[in-house]
């Protein structure tokens, strides 16, 4: 049996809540933006896409530091919220952000696929039925995309996991207050004599990420049997 | 119901520009492929933006570029029964067909919901998911669906294009019961001239984005017979059937038709193309045709490159074709007394 410290089970704590909040607060955004992009024609349609997915090509250091640029103390969201009394960098809110950021682009990717397999003319048919677009949104675009927020939902979760570059920039890495499994296990890995203790979390990771998979899978067959 | 449209809308190279007014409840719009249909009726619905023009039905602009009018496509009541079935598939039968009558503001609302299910014979449907539903029993519960939200018309986009022979044929006297048994005026679209005498009265007939003329659904299948392959097809209303020598003997008006299918339904109807029937001056002394009738010539009308002859039956009408010498040969003119001789296996029993 390999030993847990009570900063480990706080990392795993951590951990999860980071991913659940990252998860839960990207939803709503997510959903909105994959609808723009599927089912809305606009100027700048391109840009906004790129925008979306920049993320998922750029470092998540890179990513960290424009939200430590933003949300820092001079930075130009930061400055104003630090009026309001509301400090982020190097909170755990600073975490859920870096995490939810950088695992966006894949939350958007699974609607998106998912919406585009909705045949417009269900659209056109609730539309001729009598519902305005946003009833379209709620009773016919809404439930059909549920696979796709399922399987979106669960990969962002997988990801926000994993969230190391961002976080460590904008939150930093201090136990029990920011310190995820990442951050636990690369501080660990700093010191030749807890290698035993990076182990442990690894694999407590390697668990924890396994099991959202699966649950990704399944989603994913879902969504293929719908097809 | 009175419509005008005055519509301009480009897709790359195609083009549909019409200028058309028309009133009535069992309207037609025939066309191949690529003429414009289907563009026409999603910019009635209000699917898709015409580029120029307006669109008026009874009165109502609902769509002007000069005074920048655009009615939504909920506010217009005009409900739309798809070539494929488009039913919701994470809703049972019950909540598709509930789904445009909740949306249908109360004053509107005066189909009954009880009635609607029992005249499509829906009743054993109602708790079923749609996704397991025969394609006749999904175009039914489409068809529900559109009547149930009410509409001021109905807009009905090839809905039998999807389904083989013998569902098309048994979906027909639904879809008829729209106008018979609700008063709800509907635009049926359809490439099929066969459907369209069967569904409508008036037709608008497009080609190529522009419309081509508007007429009666029979005079469209009298124009179309030079041009068709399968030449102008006869729908003949046949009695109940008695097995007479391996034939079938089906009464047809005064007459008795010999067919060699049979079926036990009443009220059957068959087809037989008007390149089926051969002309005699005379009886014939022997023929191996199962039916020869003395008939009248009622009239006689040009189509392409054929002459059709109206015959007149023991009271019943029928098509048939010939080219012109054989007109000068037999000497077919009005009134004149002709034979008609059509083998037993040439009608075609429709399903239903």
């Given amino acids: 049996m390999i030993p847990l410290t009570s900063t480990d089970y706080d990392a795993m704590r951590l951990s999860l809540q980071v991913a659940f909040a990252a998860t839960l607060l990207s939803l709503p955004f997510g959903f909105a933006v994959a609808y723009l992009i599927t089912f809305v024609r606009f100027r700048g349609k391109m840009v906004l896409e790129v925008f979306v997915n920049l993320p998922l090509t750029l470092p998540p250091v890179v990513v960290g530091y424009f939200l430590l640029l933003l949300?820092?103390?001079?930075?130009?969201?930061?400055?104003?919220?630090?009026?309001a009394g509301i400090r982020l960098i190097f909170t755990l809110k600073a975490a859920v952000i870096a995490s939810a950021v950088v695992g966006f682009p894949l939350l958007v990717r699974s609607l998106r696929v998912c919406m585009e397999g909705i045949d417009r003319q269900l659209v056109n048919a609730s539309r001729t039925l009598g519902a305005p677009w946003y009833d379209t949104l709620l009773t016919v675009i809404l439930p059909l995309s549920t696979p796709g927020l399922l399987?979106?939902?669960?990969?962002?979760?997988?990801?926000?996991?994993?969230?190391?570059?961002?976080?460590?920039?904008?939150?930093?890495?201090?136990?029990?207050?920011?310190?995820?499994?990442?951050?636990?296990?690369?501080?660990?890995?700093?010191?030749?004599a807890s290698e035993t203790m990076a182990l442990a979390l690894c694999l407590v990771s390697v668990v924890i990420s396994m099991a959202v998979l699966f649950m990704h899978e399944l989603m994913a067959r879902k969504m293929a049997r719908r097809d | 119901m009175q419509l005008s449209m005055n519509v301009k809308k480009s897709f790359g190279d195609f083009t549909l520009?019409?200028?058309?007014?028309?009133?009535?409840?069992?309207?037609?719009?025939?066309?191949?492929?690529?003429?414009?249909?289907?563009?026409?009726?999603?910019?009635l619905a209000g699917l898709v933006a015409p580029d120029d023009g307006e669109i008026v039905m009874d009165g109502e602009c609902?769509?002007?570029?000069?005074?920048?009018?655009?009615?939504?496509p909920e506010q217009r009541r005009i409900a739309m029964v798809f070539q494929q079935h488009c039913l919701f598939p994470h809703l049972s039968v019950k909540?598709?067909?509930?789904?445009?009558?909740?949306r249908c503001p109360a004053k509107y609302r005066t189909i009954d919901f009880d009635a609607l299910v029992a005249v499509l014979k829906l009743e054993e449907l109602l708790g079923r998911g749609v996704t397991n539903l025969s394609g006749g029993e999904k175009q039914r519960v489409a068809l529900g669906r559109a009547i149930l939200a009410n509409p001021?018309?109905?807009?009905?986009?090839?809905?039998?294009?999807?389904?083989?022979?013998?569902?098309?044929?048994?979906?027909?006297?639904?879809?008829?019961?729209?106008?018979?048994?609700?008063?709800?005026?509907?635009?049926?679209?359809?490439?099929?001239?066969?459907?369209?005498?069967?569904?409508?009265?008036?037709?608008?007939?497009?080609?190529?984005?522009?419309?081509?003329?508007?007429?009666?659904?029979?005079?469209?299948?009298?124009?179309?017979?030079?041009?068709?392959?399968?030449?102008?097809?006869?729908?003949?209303?046949?009695?109940?059937p008695s097995p007479v020598a391996g034939l079938y003997s089906y009464p047809w008006g005064a007459a008795q038709l010999l067919i060699s299918s049979g079926s036990e339904r009443t009220g059957s109807t068959a087809e037989l193309s008007s390149k089926d029937i051969i002309l005699f001056k005379q009886?014939?002394?022997?023929?191996?045709?199962?039916?020869?009738?003395?008939?009248?010539?009622?009239?006689?009308?040009?189509?392409?490159?054929?002459?059709?002859?109206?015959?007149?039956?023991?009271?019943?009408?029928?098509?048939?074709?010939?080219?012109?010498?054989?007109?000068?040969?037999?000497?077919?003119?009005?009134?004149?007394?002709?034979?008609?001789?059509?083998?037993?296996?040439?009608?075609?029993?429709?399903?239903?």
Wanted: proline share 4%; charged share 15%; with cysteine.
């Fill in chain 1, 71 to 83: 949300l820092g103390k001079h930075g130009w969201l930061g400055s104003l919220l630090n009026d």
């Fill in chain 1, 151 to 192: 399987a979106g939902s669960s990969l962002m979760f997988a990801r926000s996991l994993g969230e190391f570059g961002a976080t460590i920039i904008v939150a930093g890495n201090i136990p029990g207050v920011t310190q995820t499994i990442p951050l636990a296990i690369y501080e660990y890995a700093s010191s030749p």
């Fill in chain 2, 17 to 43: 520009s019409t200028d058309i007014e028309f009133s009535g409840n069992r309207i037609g719009i025939f066309g191949k492929s690529g003429s414009g249909k289907s563009t026409l009726v999603s910019m």
């Fill in chain 2, 62 to 72: 609902l769509f002007s570029s000069a005074r920048r009018i655009n009615t939504n």
């Fill in chain 2, 95 to 102: 909540n598709n067909l509930l789904y445009g009558f909740k």
């Fill in chain 2, 152 to 240: 001021r018309l109905l807009l009905m986009d090839e809905p039998l294009s999807a389904l083989d022979d013998s569902l098309r044929f048994q979906i027909i006297p639904y879809l008829k019961s729209v106008s018979s048994e609700f008063g709800i005026p509907y635009l049926f679209i359809s490439h099929s001239i066969v459907e369209m005498r069967l569904m409508t009265d008036t037709v608008l007939a497009f080609e190529k984005g522009a419309m081509l003329g508007q007429t009666t659904s029979e005079q469209l299948a009298r124009n179309c017979m030079g041009s068709s392959q399968v030449g102008y097809i006869n729908l003949l209303n046949l009695g109940l």
């Fill in chain 2, 283 to 352: 009886h014939p002394e022997a023929i191996s045709a199962r039916n020869l009738f003395p008939c009248t010539v009622c009239s006689l009308f040009n189509s392409g490159r054929k002459i059709g002859v109206e015959l007149d039956c023991s009271g019943n009408t029928l098509i048939a074709e010939v080219v012109q010498d054989a007109v000068n040969e037999l000497g077919i003119v009005p009134k004149s007394t002709i034979f008609a001789a059509i083998k037993a296996s040439a009608f075609r029993l429709l399903p239903g």
